[in-house]
């Protein structure tokens, strides 16, 4: 199992930046992929940005330019940093880790339990 934890949601001005991070703990053999998700009220859960094990990043349109994703292998942790924040970008963000328990086995998906980021004046 891999339990994942999220920090750094909170009460933003819009035009701010926020910094969000994902820490993965638990038993497994390795982490693939580490990716972020929001979804507001009444929407669908939509992805934000997704980075590879080997650093390769992808970002929805929407966030293109304005929100970066990084990670640290050593410490198991993603981040996203979110700047020029807008009040329609108010959710839940989650983090969602895909893993491996043995070499080259299956691949398991994991979701944190979401930190709300609330964008408003």
């Known amino acids: 199992q891999v339990q994942l934890v999220e920090s750094g949601g909170g009460l933003v001005q819009p035009g701010g930046s926020l910094r969000l991070s994902c820490v993965a703990s638990?038993?497994?053999?390795?982490?693939?992929?580490m990716g972020w998700y929001r979804q507001a009220p009444g929407n669908q859960r939509e992805l934000l940005a997704i980075i590879t094990s080997g650093g390769s990043t992808n970002f929805a349109d929407s966030v293109k330019g304005r929100f970066s994703i990084s990670r640290d292998n050593a410490k198991n942790t993603v981040y996203l940093q979110m700047n020029s924040l807008k009040p329609d970008e108010t959710a839940v963000y989650y983090c969602k880790v895909v893993a491996r328990h043995t070499p080259g086995g299956a691949l398991y998906v994991y979701w944190g339990q979401g930190t709300q980021v609330t964008v408003s004046s």
């Open positions: 638990g038993s497994f053999f390795s982490i693939n992929s």
